[in-house]
């Protein structure tokens, strides 16, 4: 038996990229990718039906909080145990852990049991956002561009039209929303049997030779782990609470920032001067620039992907249809374009090279595009739609360079570390950005609806007395309501309908343009990025078969396998 770690894929036969071992291991990362979206995306898109359905009940939002925090927190822990002691359990473990979450949402008879199962869900994302990773470590260098664009193409379904199954399922399926969870269990089925036969990587005793398990466990970074956690779950809160709880100058709301903030700082501290054997974060991977500048323009580009992510449904629905089907289907161009940006440009990773001159232009044409979706409004539908794809396509640009680079430029025993790293930091960045343009689009919303409205309808004969009673009436929302208006007429509900289009297409271009400044900040962290053609090469860093007549043994000047 030859070890499976590390090795040229010169020096691994050809027989091994065609094993039931390999391409197995390969489904079932795909599974475990597809596993991600069905646990969250999907539910996410139809949380006001489950309310409906099983509520109502104000904890709602925290459905996706609670992913949110759960996977948030323990992707750096997976990351770097797993670096240590191997990947396999850890995998397995994450999709039993989205199996049972996912059969007690499947099963819910309260929004507090959805809550319940999503935490083990959120258990579950926490190993599944690591699937590009997964993938990577697997394949040549040369060759991790192609790696991640194939994965990207069979994301696809739930990657590029999540919101649009959800929705399907919701209108054509007896069980509605609960489909959405019981695809997932299906899914992690397949995946624990694909993982249990098919995947072994590294174990603990190929990965550590001087050790035992004992020994290692007793040096993991437990102190760091306490600190990092408090810090991110604090922080995640913070921002989330002013969504729907608290407002931003609430003391809750400040002092959970200002001591998330603390913690993370005492965590960065204690990485560095403790005299840790097994830090949680090695530090040394901040001296990597190229390392410190992908996790940079990754981050900030997906603050401003996430204004389309956050913003285009809404928009879809206040100016353009209230269809369930047709905002559902026009939702999927954030996510569709995303996916068919790291399918074109995967290939071309490689074969074009300057990886430097590909980071800006991708986090220019990002910014650039997002930042058009100001323009748009109740008129440009068509306009909007295009907007969104080519924004789309920039992002999975930028993602696919950054996921690339980022496992590229770091030492091969801290990939593990540096992807979970990243990923983390994306969840905390996407949390604040989110944050950040609902409260700006809530307050332009606030300040523009009277002031396009009331002129408006004034204007087309209603009784200024009547303006008081016609807020009310739309804010209930019913056409019974409206109608009892004192004055109303088909004319104004027409204005009306027109201003209220304009206030949403005002307040949706302030958080557009907002985003420009995020856009700015990736553009000019691109430019202290380095190329990376060095390190495409025939290296891979592990191999899931540890039998030796995978591997080529040179005798002379043959070649045994």
């Known amino acids: 038996m030859v070890s499976n770690v590390g090795k040229d894929s010169e020096d691994i036969s050809t027989a091994y990229w065609h094993s039931y071992q390999f391409v197995g291991s390969l489904i079932a990362i795909v599974l475990v990718g597809h596993s991600l979206f069905l646990g969250y995306v999907l539910p996410v898109n139809v949380l006001s039906i ?7 009940s104000d904890n709602v939002t925290l459905i996706s909080l609670v992913f949110t925090l759960v996977s948030g927190v323990c992707l750096l822990l997976v990351g770097r145990i797993s670096d240590i002691v191997g990947r396999r359990y850890f995998i397995i ?6 199996l049972i979450g996912s059969i007690v949402c499947a099963k819910a008879k309260s929004i507090n049991m959805v809550i319940g199962g999503t935490v083990f869900v959120g258990l579950s994302g926490a190993v599944a956002n690591l699937y ?6 697997l394949m040549p260098n040369k060759y991790r561009g192609y790696g991640q664009a194939a994965v990207t193409l069979a994301m696809v379904p739930t990657l590029g039209f999540g919101p649009l199954i959800a929705r399907s399922l919701v209108t054509y399926i007896a069980l509605s929303w609960r489909w959405c969870y019981w695809l997932n269990v299906i899914v992690t089925g397949l ?14 005793h190929q990965l550590n030779t001087n050790m035992t398990k004992m020994q290692e466990f007793k040096q993991l970074d437990y102190g760091g782990f306490v600190l990092y956690c408090a810090g991110l779950i604090l922080i995640l809160l913070g921002f989330s609470w002013p969504s729907n709880q608290y407002t931003w100058g609430n003391p809750h709301v400040i002092s959970t920032l200002v001591v998330g903030c603390a913690c993370l700082i005492s965590f960065v501290v204690y990485e560095i001067y403790m005299p840790l054997k097994q830090p949680l974060l090695p530090m040394h991977l901040f001296k990597i620039r190229t390392f410190v500048v992908v996790v940079v323009v990754g981050s900030v580009g997906q603050m401003v992907y996430f204004a389309l992510n956050v913003l285009w449904p809404q928009q879809i629905t206040a100016l353009y249809t209230t269809d ?15 996916a068919l940006g790291e399918i074109i440009t995967g290939p071309f990773f490689k074969a074009v090279g300057h990886a430097r001159w590909q980071i800006v232009a991708s986090a220019v044409g990002v910014t650039a595009f997002c930042g058009m979706m100001a323009a748009t409004n109740a008129n440009t539908q068509a306009m909007a739609i295009a907007g969104t794809i080519i924004a789309g396509i920039f992002v999975g640009w930028i993602e696919m360079i950054c996921i690339v680079t980022a496992t590229l430029v770091v030492p091969p025993e801290d990939i593990g570390s540096s992807s979970a790293f990243f990923a983390s930091v994306r969840a905390v960045t996407g949390t604040i950005a989110v944050s950040i343009y609902v409260a700006i689009f809530s307050n332009e919303l606030t300040a523009d609806l009277p002031k ?6 004034v204007g087309a004969g209603l009784p200024v007395g009547s303006v008081p009673l016609l807020f009310e009436a739309v804010s209930n929302g019913t056409s019974t309501a409206l109608n009892a208006v004192p004055g109303i007429n088909p004319g104004i509900i027409a204005a009306l309908k027109i201003a209220t289009k304009t206030a949403y297409s005002s307040s949706f271009k302030i958080v557009y343009l ?3 400044g995020f856009g700015g900040f990736a553009v000019a962290a691109s430019f202290f990025a380095k190329n990376v053609d060095q390190f495409m090469t025939d290296f891979v860093n592990k191999t899931v078969v540890h039998r030796s007549h995978y591997v080529k043994e040179k005798t002379g000047d043959a070649e045994l396998v």
Do not use: D, H, R
């Open 50 to 56: 489950i309310n409906e359905e099983i509520g109502p």
């Open 93 to 98: 473990s994450g999709q039993a852990f989205g």
């Open 132 to 137: 590009p990773l997964l993938v990577q470590e």
């Open 191 to 204: 995946a624990i049997i694909l993982l249990a036969t098919c995947y072994f990587p590294p174990n603990f």
């Open 324 to 338: 369930n089907m047709k905002i559902g289907a026009i939702s999927c161009t954030t996510g569709a374009a995303l």
């Open 452 to 457: 396009e409205i009331v002129p408006a309808v």
């Open 514 to 516: 907002s985003s420009l």
